[in-house]
């Protein structure tokens, strides 16, 4: 993956724009799989699910402009072989029965929300005080 434009006069274009970075990562895995070098530049966003860039609206997945029609057809084929997938008759196995970490998970979310404020407020007086002291200390010696 990531082939970077090492020819000037074959520049990189966007053949796909992703609403995040496991989506893009796997359009470059299916341009790849069929040939296609690709390239995924994520940098701007600093792994944010938004785009930091104004009038961005994803992360571009690009190639050669000579391979763009290659490109959009192994992108295409891919839809394809998805829509093709009868879902229905294939067998995921069991569903798990839930367990109850989640709802734990939660608990402590809610209990960690209104806990860590009220320290970062009792640590915030703490160091209030220290510095008051040390400031007392400056102060006051002969």
């Avoid at 090492?6 to 970075?21: K, M, S, W």
């Avoid at 104004?54 to 084929?77: D, F, K, M, N």
């Avoid at 009868?86 to 929300?113: C, N, T």
């Amino acid at each position: 993956m990531a082939v970077f434009n090492d020819l000037p006069d074959d520049p990189l274009v966007t053949v796909h724009e992703a609403r995040n970075e496991f989506e893009a990562r796997t359009v470059a895995a299916v341009l790849e799989a069929a040939g296609v070098p690709a390239s995924v530049f994520v940098l701007a966003n600093f792994g944010l699910p938004t785009p930091l860039s104004p009038g961005a609206t994803g992360i571009a997945v690009q190639v050669h402009s000579s391979r763009l029609h290659a490109a959009r057809a192994a992108l295409e084929a891919n839809r394809e072989l998805g829509a093709s997938v009868d879902w229905d008759s294939v067998d995921v196995g069991e569903a798990e029965a839930e367990q109850p970490w989640p709802l734990m998970a939660g608990r402590f979310a809610r209990l960690a929300a209104r806990v860590l404020p009220a320290l970062g407020v009792v640590a915030l007086g703490l160091l209030l005080l220290i510095a008051a002291g040390l400031a007392a200390v400056v102060l006051l010696r002969p």
